[in-house]
């Protein structure tokens, strides 16, 4: 049987536009989800939302149509810590996917084999406590020593004003750590300010690499990337240039597609991959932000 959607839910944007900038050859989408098809691979009983079907075709199809060479697969929360849905995704990219999983504590080593093997690079700790419940650090910090022999990092995904308590324990994971969406700043504060310099401070100090992504997540004020605007999400744009001009090595850039969870509107990716040079300024910064940093992360020994 099939689950009725959260209500209010926005499905993905149908017919994006095709982007005015063009992605350079090799271009990493390194933050991306599947949704099912709910009738194949069904949501987890204990997810928090129930999105609309987004499953590996159209991502293949945005893909193609935007101009992406390979993706990242994130392990989406309404799946639960059944993998299932991403590897069936990665697997069918034929080498031009990564995953990232979620698991549990218990996880054999040979669990973590097989996973490793069908291409997945890391796991996911999400702290935002609208979307989960509260997470163990000592569960947590057990899955980081299993998955780091592996070389795998741990992608955190918290809000910025819960960052002073959460940086000491995320100090102390024995992987690297990728932060998604610039560490969901609030834009309405200076981007010289104490709350994002803190967030500088703590990328500067230890092995972090940065996801320039998801405007559309932390604007306030817009515009949004729809009816052809290219100057979207003004108020966010201080901020990602910010990381990508201090940290030029270790910054990447992910659609977020299939954009769970947004209430406001849900914008075209077309004009997202247009946003891109907006926080990316020069095309150095581009190439290393779209190919070069990904592609070292996640194929490593592939040129970019």
């Known amino acids: 049987m099939t689950a009725l959607k959260t209500p209010g839910w926005l499905d993905w944007y149908a017919n994006p536009s095709k982007p005015r900038f063009r992605l350079p050859p090799g271009t990493v989408d390194a933050h991306c ?3 099912g098809p709910q009738a194949e691979f069904p949501f987890a009983p204990e997810r928090k939302y129930t999105p609309c079907d987004g499953g ?7 893909r193609d149509h935007l101009g992406v060479t390979r993706s990242v697969i994130v392990q989406a929360t309404c799946h639960g810590a059944d993998n299932s849905a991403m590897l069936d995704a990665v697997r ?3 080498g031009r996917a990564r995953g990232i999983a979620t698991v549990r504590p218990d996880v054999s080593p040979r669990e973590l084999r097989a996973l490793d093997e069908a291409g997945v690079r890391g796991v996911r700790f999400n702290f935002v406590r609208r979307l989960v419940d509260a997470a163990p650090h000592e569960d947590l910090s057990t899955i ?13 995904y918290f809000e910025s004003a819960d960052l002073p308590e959460l940086e000491g324990f995320f100090g102390s994971l024995p992987t690297p750590l990728v ?15 104490p709350q994002f310099g803190r ?5 500067d100090r230890n092995d972090v690499w940065v996801k320039v992504s998801c405007p559309e997540r932390l604007t306030v004020t817009g515009p949004p990337a729809l009816g052809g605007e ?9 901020f990602g240039r910010r990381v990508v001009a201090e940290f030029p090595d270790r910054v990447l850039w992910g659609s977020d597609w299939p954009h769970p969870n947004l209430l406001g509107h849900m914008p075209d990716d077309g004009l997202l ?3 891109v040079p907006q926080v990316a300024v020069t095309t150095d910064q581009q190439r290393k932000l779209l190919v070069t940093n990904p592609t070292r992360l996640y194929w490593p020994g592939n040129d970019a």
């Open 33 to 35: 989800h599947v949704f």
């Open 56 to 62: 590996k075709d159209d991502l293949f199809a945005l």
């Open 92 to 94: 069918a990219a034929d």
């Open 144 to 156: 980081a020593k299993k998955i780091a022999p592996l070389g795998w990092h741990v992608v955190l």
């Open 179 to 193: 932060i998604d969406h610039l560490g969901r700043p609030d834009v309405t504060q200076p981007v010289a300010g």
């Open 199 to 203: 967030f500088l401070r703590f990328v």
């Open 230 to 238: 290219q100057h979207a999400y003004r108020d966010v744009v201080p």
């Open 273 to 275: 991959v247009d946003h």
